[in-house]
């Protein structure tokens, strides 16, 4: 390394601070929640308040399912700043084990986003394993019911808690936390990281 | 000396700090630029396929001009944008024949784009001193699809809504699904920032709204900047190829009306099957049969692969028939993306029966360009290069297939509600694999040790060495 080597080096430094300077602005005018330097923030968190979904007393019988629309505030860059999305969902009743693997501490109840983690279609409830076989091509070891995906039929076992069987799907769709207060399923938050 | 090391050896003059070659190098590259085939004058007479480049450049001409009318009645709001369409459609003076110009010079400005890529991929152009030019021919048919893409949600109709949430929303979030990559959120981010929130809205409208005419825009502005550099001319194209092609366009324009609108944009309600522009449905359907991850990651990869196609293409050959695996790689990505497109269009995808065709089909036709390649230069694997582009395709072959054969659900045969255990149907796929290419090397191995004389007419006989 000669003389000039150094003097090049030195000369090239405040050209990589002038560039480094203006990435963080160039990115807080994209994304506006993010602070100077802040270029590994979390993915901004939508908001809601509790929502009652359904009464367990219309959901007594085992497999027995209600759909809903959860309502939440997404961040949008906007003067508003928020927007609202309804996020559809399921109620279905199982037993406290099936409720166990979905990741629950038990109770007789799993609450879902039904929208598919591939692409964002709204999934649909099949109860029948001959439909399963027919319309998505998927062949059940259980009579169970289970989630199957219309768009490019992605099934999802309820039993083994969300796992994919079949289909395109990266993953068990998105939970909802609940609390059961008397006779209302009362939805609190859904789990962060979905499609809106 | 191997071909490595003659790439290492025309890094050497960057890497022992002689700039100056380098340099030198890139200036040689500069001055055999072309963006709209300007230079290329003397082909421009003999043959029609060197209109393609005036071409583009007259469509995003056309593009620009229209749009920026369209901009006088348009309304960027979630709740206007749709109307204001309807609004051109029905109501302003000749605001359907301004749209329809738009669009269809659109669609336009896209085939002349791939067209052109495809005349440059099969006469060789990317090579030294094209490569530049090859380069920049991609990254303007990626800022065109984009431009594309950004357009299509300013309608706000049920299938740019939708197609907008799963190019935007949903595709970014599968690079969280990539290990240790994941943890920094960036396919979240990446989403957020494109959408301007977490979800499709207004803040998007917005943005896609500025992205959309910022394209056109600045990159005319770029294009008049080299042309006032270079001094030359702008459309090597003689005027009655200029009053044919506009001529086509009024036509198309004045038959194809009115412009397809859609449906309002519903965020409650997917439509089934989820479409986008036509030049994406290939892509939707590669999407819709690989696992999201390999899906994301290999669709990233093609502009890529594409840009560094003069690396791996080294040899001087430029007909196609000298170069018969990269004319073969070719026209199957060509016929690959004809018919993933049509499939779509049929609404056709049955993950479990598909993939392994595709993968046969496309393994054949890489065995032929092998075979082709060693019957015109006698050799098996001409260089390195073609190693690595075989061996690279196959194993993205294997993943393609293999993913779904994987997975622990039985593969139903059609219409029987029977399932065949995955890891069989696996193993069959993999013996038909190895068995159909060493049917094919085995057959030009015994044609060309003349074994096959005897079976065949007189003319297509081997003829003995010397």
Redo the contacts between chains.
């Keep these: 390394m000669n003389r000039r080597?150094v003097l090049r080096a030195l000369a090239a430094l405040p050209i990589v601070g002038a560039l480094t300077a203006i990435v963080s602005p160039l990115?807080r005018v994209?994304?506006p929640t993010a602070g100077p330097f802040d270029f590994?923030?979390?993915?901004?968190v939508?908001s809601a308040e509790a929502q009652v979904v359904g009464k367990a007393s219309d959901l007594a019988e085992l497999w027995s399912f209600t759909a809903f629309?959860f309502v939440q505030k997404?961040?949008?860059?906007?003067p508003?700043g928020v927007?609202e999305?309804?996020i559809?969902g399921f109620v279905v009743r199982v037993t406290p084990e099936i409720a166990r693997a979905w990741g629950y501490a038990g109770g007789q109840f799993i609450v879902i986003s039904r929208i598919c983690t591939?692409?964002?279609?709204?999934f649909n409830y099949v109860p029948d394993t001959a439909d399963i076989?027919?319309g998505y091509?998927?062949?059940p070891s259980t009579d169970a019911p289970h989630f199957g995906c219309?768009?490019?039929?992605s099934?999802y076992d309820i039993v083994q808690g969300g796992k994919v069987?079949?289909?395109?799907a990266?993953?068990a769709p998105r939970k909802f936390e609940f609390i059961v207060e008397g006779d209302d399923i009362r939805v609190t938050s859904l789990e962060a990281?979905g499609?809106? | 000396m191997s071909r490595v090391s003659k790439l290492a050896a025309s890094l050497k003059p960057l890497l022992a700090?002689q700039p100056e070659k380098a340099i030198k190098e890139l200036r040689d590259r500069l001055d055999h630029f072309d963006l709209f085939d300007e230079t290329k004058t003397e082909q421009a007479r003999g043959n029609p396929l060197y209109i393609l480049g005036p071409m583009v450049y007259v469509f995003w001409l056309v593009v620009t001009v229209s749009g920026a009318l369209l901009m006088i009645y348009y309304v960027p709001t979630t709740t206007d944008a749709f109307n204001s369409i309807l609004h051109i459609q029905d109501t302003v003076f000749l605001g359907w024949f301004i749209r329809g110009l738009h669009k269809y010079a659109a669609d336009a400005l896209i085939i002349a784009l791939a067209l052109r890529l495809y005349r440059m991929y099969f006469n060789a152009e990317y090579k030294k001193p094209g490569e530049l030019a090859w380069i920049v021919g991609i990254l303007v048919l990626v800022m065109a699809m984009g431009s594309g893409i950004t357009g299509y949600l300013l309608i706000w109709n049920q299938r740019a809504f939708?197609a907008t949430?799963?190019v935007f929303?949903?595709a970014p979030?599968?690079i969280?699904?990539v290990p240790l990559l994941g943890e920094?959120?960036l396919g979240?981010?990446i989403s957020?920032?494109l959408l301007?929130?977490?979800?499709v809205?207004?803040?998007t409208l917005?943005r896609f709204y500025s992205v959309h005419y910022g394209i056109s825009l600045i990159g005319l502005a770029l294009v008049e900047i080299y042309f006032y550099k270079t001094r030359l001319k702008r459309l090597n194209l003689r005027w009655r190829s200029l009053a044919v092609i506009m001529g086509l366009l009024l036509l198309v324009t004045f038959i194809f009306q009115p412009v397809e609108m859609g449906r309002r944009a519903n965020?409650?309600q997917?439509p089934?099957?989820?479409l986008s522009d036509w030049y994406f449905l290939g892509l939707y359907q590669q999407?819709?049969?690989?696992?999201?991850?390999p899906a994301i990651l290999s669709q990233g990869a093609m502009p890529v692969l594409a840009m560094i196609l003069p690396l791996l293409d080294r040899r001087r050959e430029r007909r196609p028939g000298d170069r018969p695996f990269f004319t073969i790689v070719g026209v199957t990505a060509l016929v690959t993306w004809i018919v993933f497109s049509i499939l779509i269009i049929a609404n056709v995808?049955?993950?479990?029966r598909d993939p392994p065709i595709i993968t046969h089909v496309l393994l054949a036709a890489l065995a032929i360009g092998i075979l082709w390649e060693r019957k015109r230069w006698g050799r098996f694997v001409p260089s390195i290069w073609h190693f690595m582009a075989y061996s690279m395709t196959i194993t993205f072959l294997f993943v393609f297939n293999m993913t779904y054969a994987m997975?622990?659900?039985?593969v139903?045969i059609a219409g029987t509600?029977?399932?065949v255990p995955a890891w069989l149907v696996w193993l069959l796929e993999l013996l038909a694999l190895a068995g159909l290419v060493n049917t094919l090397f085995f057959a030009e191995e015994a044609y060309a040790r003349g074994i096959l004389n005897r079976f065949l007419p007189g003319r297509f006989q081997m003829k003995k060495a010397g």
């Design positions: 080597t990115y994209l994304r590994f923030r979390p993915p901004d939508a629309e997404n961040v949008e860059y906007t508003q927007q999305s309804r559809p591939h692409l964002g279609c709204v076989s027919t091509n998927f062949r219309p768009c490019h039929l099934v069987v079949s289909g395109p990266p993953r990281g499609v809106a | 700090g939708w949430k799963v929303g949903v979030t599968y969280d699904f920094l959120n979240k981010t957020q920032v301007g929130g977490a979800a809205g207004q803040a917005t965020p409650l997917t089934l099957p989820i999407l819709k049969y690989m696992p999201p991850a995808a049955d993950i479990n997975r622990e659900a039985p139903m509600g029977f399932g």
